[in-house]
């Protein structure tokens, strides 16, 4: 067993912030002030609220929507009506609407010309969006789309990369009742349609092209299919970043943006549809993911004021695109009162260092990105302590997979040694985290801080018993208010139910394998569907990589577990070589020697392969499972959704490898 399965009960934090940080962290005095208000516990910290958070549900959320002064301009008639999930019933009776409190400080006089959006392109110059400013434009654009007959709940999409003009479309959409949906401009025709040919939108924003890795990427051929193959569009907005005019039938974006109309904010039910969301969807369509305006507005609220210590005066940065959840989240910074970092381009334009430069030149106080670029930056001997003036950052976040113990330390040595380092892990069918950043807790390498507040996160055996200190499947045991809604075109439920609730009926099985440790922490060891498991020795992938991409000669690996028809299990371990490597003996040797001595010898790869890349999803997972099943002799159309991929002949390497053994 790994020795993050088994973890000393008593570690020593690689971090903890000290008593004037914990007394100034908003989530200290929600705590004191939900102890006065509505008799959470005054003493024992962290974890006394978090008891509390869970074993008095209705009124934590009752009390969080106090504390960010909700506005229901229909009062609700019970918090929790319905605890059964799926189809918890959230502040029933009540209504309300999210871009209007995600516009709320431009209220403020004193606050309206501050920045709410600072927009960073490839030129590293940022660029600045007054709240007064983004106010008039969502006022502008939400009345021309209700002059476009736009109604509450009719679909809006935009194919658009991470600028100010997506999050003013974002939040027009929200304003009329609309339902918001996106796709990044780097996926490709068929990978949109996929996704919008499902919610049928009337609107589609889009641009002519994006600037990424020093290029302009023309997308006026994709633009011009899409607007062929989404018949129910009644207008296309044509946003021109490559400035070219706008084509027939299109709308002008300034045209739209013109006005100075003060927005109508439609108030509709607390579970009104406020986005889709959309899986990574590896077979078969994308399950589209439904959030509702109220259930994403408490939750972020929550997650961003409280988990991520965000208010006004912070700068909160974290690298995503429209494609990806991390975007929506990013957009919720706004509820705070939070200056949001919108960067658009490469992350390792000019160099893999870039990232830091622009928390640099944006004074970042939370800067967000992925585990795979930190360590990225680790291997390309980046120094950003060093190069980089990181004074005002006070954390850094990683999602996206979990951050390697070599990358708690990394960001511990070559940042700052009073760094706040949260590793968090949620999911784009919460649009939230399970776990993650507390900002009045410890760190301990390779672990994230705790679960989070109103989630009742537990480890799971087989048999559905709890345990600590052991392995389990991540299960999430009351609802959260951010959980989906529905899926779109599910009407029995059927898919929704299928996703989640079929191990453990009635309770939410994420499909992660997760340690919950005695101190309190978690660690994630990747997803349980791809677990790796040797002589009733379970591991998670994620242990395997951060073991073999230590090493300097890999850039990038795939494990696959398969149980043969024999009885026999079969662990083959492809690897991507960094630049110059060779796979010879001696690295094959190296690289089990590494796995045995570092991590288990129950789970040294039975073959080390030669591969030439790793696939990943459209959102920069690695595709385990449909390698699986190609390995196991799928056919290809059966084992993967191809526009969900991004390099499909990395595929037909691993469907080739199958025919060969077969």
Known sequence: MTSAANPDPQPTPLWQPDAARIAAARITRFQAWAAERYGAPADGGYAALHRWSVDELDLFWQAVADWFDIRFSTPYEAVLADRTMPGAQWF????????????????????????ALLHVDES????????????????????????????????????????????????????????WTSCAPDFGARSVLDRF????????????????????????????????????????????LLGTPAPEGSLDWAALTAGDTEPVFEQVPFDHPLWVLYSSGTTGLPKAIVQSQGGILLEHFKQLGLHCDLGPGDRFFWYTSTGWMMWNFLVSGLLTGTTVVLYDGSPGFPDTGAQWGVAERTGATLFGTSAAYVMAC?????????????????????????????????????????????????????????????????????????????????????????????????????????????????????RYRDSYFDMFPGAWRHGDWITLTGHGSVIIHGRSDSTLNRQGVRMGSADIYEVVERLPEIRESLVIGLEEPDGGYWMPLFVHLAEGAVLDDALRTKIKQAIREQLSPRHVPDEIIEAPGVPHTLTGKRIEVPVKRLLQGAALDRAVNPGSVDNLDLLRFYEDIARKRG
């Open 197 to 240: 040919q499902q919610v049928e939108p009337v609107v589609l924003f889009t641009v002519d092209g994006y600037r990424y890795g020093g290029k302009e990427h023309d997308r006026t051929d994709v633009v011009a299919e899409l607007r062929r193959e989404l018949p129910t569009l009644r207008a296309v907005v044509h946003i021109p």
């Open 124 to 179: 590293h110059e940022p660029v600045a969006t007054s709240w007064a400013e983004l106010r008039r434009q969502v006022g502008s654009l939400a009345a021309e789309l209700r002059a476009l007959g736009v109604r509450p709940g009719d679909r809006v999409s935009g194919y658009l990369p991470n600028v100010p003009q997506a999050v003013v479309a974002l939040l027009a959409s929200a304003a009329v009742g609309a339902v």
């Open 378 to 494: 680790r291997k390309a001997d980046v120094h950003p302590g060093r190069d980089f003036d990181l004074s005002r950052v006070k954390g850094v976040a990683t999602t996206g997979s979990p951050l390697p113990p070599d990358g708690f330390r990394w960001l511990h040595d070559e940042v700052r040694e009073d760094l706040w380092i949260a590793s968090v892990s949620g999911g784009t069918d919460v649009c939230s985290c399970f776990a993650g950043a507390v900002p009045t807790l410890p760190v301990h390498i390779g672990e994230l801080q705790a679960p989070c507040l109103g989630t009742d996160l537990q480890a799971w055996d087989a048999q559905g018993r709890p345990v600590v200190g052991e392995v389990g499947e991540l299960v999430v045991t009351n609802p959260m208010p951010s959980m989906p809604i529905r899926f779109w075109n599910d009407p029995d439920g059927s």
């Open 92 to 115: 029933t009776g009540s209504t309300l609407n999210y871009a209007e409190h995600a516009l709320r400080t431009a209220e403020d006089p004193a606050r309206a010309g501050d920045p």
